[in-house]
């Protein structure tokens, strides 16, 4: 009985003491999950850097599968869809069972989720290759893959609402708003974007044609930034932002306003894609406006997640997660603050279709994207393998080569863009063009082809140390890896009135954590208590009052011994609850 | 009211208990801006105005279009001429909504690594595109694109084709049904046309049967039915820019 694996315990068990019950957070889905994510962004970032070199040097196009037309939508889906997409399974994993104070919905459904979209991915990887592409930008997958995708992202919403549905904690925390979100619109864009008449199983034709389409198809493109690049990595950044500065979110009023006004504004945004071509121009028009208006809402989380760190500026120095968290939200900010300015129809007109808008893209990307989640799998390392980092220093490093990579791609994007962009435009004095050849506006720029080569190839090294650094805490790792167990009060917060006894939050505020209704047991004393039917489950740790002491995490003291310190700090401790949403604008 | 709305106790806070209201305002808010933008672009007949000489894809065409999409030349080449001074010098006459009105999918680009191709069609004799598309740089010194060699050693594959002009047909492009039956021999025809003015300007011989005279087929009509519209002064400038005005 004692050493019964709690992976394979069911999710809630009833004690025998009809008010408490012992539970467990699956952590293995989202170890397997990190797992993904690191190999993945390698494996993208790789494709990103051969298709970088291609375009200074073509030779570097092998045979007829590997070119730059077919490898390019290789990158964009495994970076986004590969390394981002698992990247915010893992953050919707870990922190969802978490905030909910409840283990997943279905395990069965976690694993279906996991293996599945890697089959996706898998799919993509050789079908794109082989040229089997609807040529829509992060939509190319074919019919039967877009299927597939439907499916698997279902599967993934039952999950994840029936764990809503069964959380122990009242109310829902900033950050299942903006999963919420996330999957909703991300099924509403998929499906929308993705209608189409089969011709064969690897080709078909969209529904809509023309202006229609491209309407459609930004519609989906610029929101499936903003659904899969900007909101889960918003609801990341407020569960682990918090919890790695160990400080409550800056402001609770602000988050609920930058939500609902950022989630209603983004879909307005797509025709900026579209300015100046034959879109009817009230179309590009009402997407400038609105994207100017979504500068504020992007600010608001920009705001919200930096201020978080109000008054402890000084742990910046100490700990890569935050500084790794710090420089993605502020290259959100940038990205946020010149995406309203690329939409503005007169910079448009200089920017699109030139390297500016990748340069914007990569800042977003390698910045926000990248740097929040690399951020995220430091911070979960220690915990979901119950060691310490292997190398600090190394982190360190891996900091440094990804920002140095992010500048150098970046700034270098950015004169490239603006040169191609001025002399496209340019007239001699006879008002004839001053660059009639092509080719000129292409030898131009062809340099900067190489220092963005060179930034990238600094940032996928980067990535290479995280891998090192992974595998060598991995190894580090107990062998087993139990699932730590938790008692609560038993009384589901769904079935009516105010939930639970005891669910009145002592503040007001019941997203910040009760120590006194959820405590830590062994895994082995839990499945104990399980089999005792004697009134007083053994084991099981009463609370003795507000402010009690969490019980060291039972793995740890296995592995390392009583007193192991936590590795974001001396010996502090980390509760596990959710996030502290206590506000400082909330005095009055 | 704002007070009442967000404060720690107020009204969001009793959404936050609600996670299935949270769900349908949530989906409620994400729908309208997308509403508000199809809708008159869908269900407003002739939002799109009509351009009469634009025809929909000869077959062979389709299938270079689609070679072109499996390519991916998209990912470097637009095919949409704005509404500039600049650009319609360099290209030719600007993009109009009409002219897209076969497209699916629409083939516009969000990046010019190459130029634009929306007016290349007629540019070049068809064996300067032969030679360009088995290495660029024999005909464009220092070019970056990808030299597709395989295309004049892969045979053109047209088992598809009429599948693809019958769900095209019930997407509504007006092909007939001389065209969905015989699609194959038509586009057959084609490219012998094709093969042997390749092989009168020099070119290689017995091209008739590879992808390369489908890409070519389809490169050199590429924005020619506007440019006969053009020149009778019809009305086909509908487009919403002001050229003049445009920097
Ligand atoms: C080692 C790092 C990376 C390198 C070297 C790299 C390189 C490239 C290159 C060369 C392009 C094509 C640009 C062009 O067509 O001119 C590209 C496009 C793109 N990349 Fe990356 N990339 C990297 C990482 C990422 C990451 C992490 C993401 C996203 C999370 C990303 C997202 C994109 C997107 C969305 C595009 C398409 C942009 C557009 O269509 O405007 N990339 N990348
Ligand atoms: C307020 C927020 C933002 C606005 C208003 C905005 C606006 C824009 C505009 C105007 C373009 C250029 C379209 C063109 O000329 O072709 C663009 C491109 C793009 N942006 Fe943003 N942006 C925002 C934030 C972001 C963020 C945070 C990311 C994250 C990675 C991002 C990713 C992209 C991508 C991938 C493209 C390239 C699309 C393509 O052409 O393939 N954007 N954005």
Known sequence: MAHAQTTSAPGTRSTGRSNIEIFSYDEQITRLFVYATILWGFIGMSVGALIALQLPFPEANIGEYLTFGRLRPLHTNAVIFAFAGNAIFAATYYSTQRLCKARMFSDWMSQVHFWGWQGIIVAAALTLPLGMTTSKEYAELEWPIDIAIAVIWIIFAVNFFGTLYKRREKHIYVALWFYIATIVTVAVLHVGNSLAIPVSLTKSYPIYAGVQDALVQWWYGHNAVAFFLTTPFLGLMYYFMPKAAQRPVFSYRLSIVHFWSLIFIYIWAGPHHLQYTALPEWAGTLGMLFSIMLWMPSWGGMINGLFTLRGAWHKLRDSVVLKMFVVGITFYGMSTFEGPMLSVKSVNALSHYTDWTIGHVHSGALGWNGFMTFGMIYWLLPRLWRTTLWSKKLATAHFWFGLIGILMYVISMYVSGITQGLMWRAFDEAGRLMYPEFIETVTQVVPMYWVRLIGGLLYLGGVVMLMVNAWMTIRSAPKELPDPAYAAPVAPVHSGGDGRPGAAPASGDGTEERKDDLVEVAPSEAADASAASGSDAPGTKKPDGPGTKKPEGPGTKNAQGPGTKKPDGPGTKKPDGPPSLRETDDED | ?247
């Open chain 2, 1 to 247: 009211m704002k007070r009442r709305f967000i404060k720690k106790d107020g009204i969001h806070r009793r959404l936050e208990g609600w996670p299935l209201v949270f769900t349908v305002l949530t989906t409620i808010a994400i729908l309208v801006g997308g509403l508000v933008e199809f809708l008159p672009l869908i269900l407003v007949k002739g939002s799109v105005d009509k351009i009469a000489t634009v025809e929909p894809w000869t077959p062979l065409e389709l299938e270079g279009r689609d070679i072109y999409i499996a390519e991916g030349c998209n990912t470097c080449h637009s095919q949409m001429v704005r509404p500039f001074r600049h650009e319609i010098e360099r290209y030719g006459e600007y993009s109009k909504a009409g002219e897209t009105v076969y497209e699916r999918p629409f083939l516009w680009g969000s990046k010019r690594t190459g130029p634009d191709l929306a007016r290349v069609g007629g540019k070049y004799p068809h064996l300067w595109h032969v030679r360009h598309m088995e290495n660029p740089r024999s005909t464009s010194p220092n070019s970056i694109m990808p030299p597709y060699p395989h295309m004049l050693e892969n045979d053109l594959d047209l088992s598809d084709l009429p599948t693809k002009l019958k769900r095209l047909r019930m997407l509504g492009t007006p092909y007939s049904d001389d065209e969905v039956q015989n699609a194959i021999e038509i586009a057959r025809e084609e490219a012998e046309a094709i093969a042997r003015e390749v092989e009168a300007q020099g070119g290689p011989e017995g091209l008739e049967t590879k992808q390369i005279v489908a890409i070519v087929a389809y490169l050199q009509r590429l924005g020619t039915d506007i440019q006969t519209t053009s020149t009778a002064g019809s009305g086909a400038s509908s487009a919403p820019e002001d050229v003049n005005a445009s920097r």
